[in-house]
């Protein structure tokens, strides 16, 4: 999936001026959306408590793991759920490691008295 031409169809010919404005006001759209959607992906992962996803994960490890009882959910289900909250584990880490450099690379200024 690579850049197309604006000037050209599929097929190679030329394309009409006003389809060729749309095509770049599309262009321009999609990219300020995925701006728009980084922003937002990054708001949600602040949202999430890294305890508590966590304690989501320990509750998986005792359905899949009881020796008592059978898991209430099939094992692709609990393998996707798993795979879903550490990836969300992993981002709210990367998040934290990211902002604890930023804060540690600030120099302060103390003033001694």
């Known amino acids: 999936m690579g850049k197309r031409s604006t000037q050209n169809t599929k097929s190679g010919r030329a394309m009409n001026p006003a389809d060729q404005a ?3 006001a599309r262009r321009r759209e999609l990219k300020k959306n995925k701006k728009q959607r980084l922003v937002v992906r990054e708001a ?3 949202a999430k408590d890294p305890k508590k996803v ?3 994960l320990e509750r998986l490890d005792q359905m899949e793991y009881n ?4 898991p209430p959910l099939p094992d692709h289900v609990l393998l ?3 795979r879903r909250l550490l990836g969300n584990f992993n981002r709210c880490l990367s998040l934290y490691v990211r902002f604890y450099q930023l804060w540690c690379s600030v ?3 103390i003033s001694a008295k």
């Open 22 to 24: 749309r095509k770049e």
């Open 44 to 46: 949600v992962i602040k």
């Open 54 to 56: 966590i304690e989501e």
């Open 67 to 70: 020796i008592n009882e059978a």
């Open 80 to 82: 996707e759920r798993r």
């Open 107 to 109: 120099p302060f200024l």
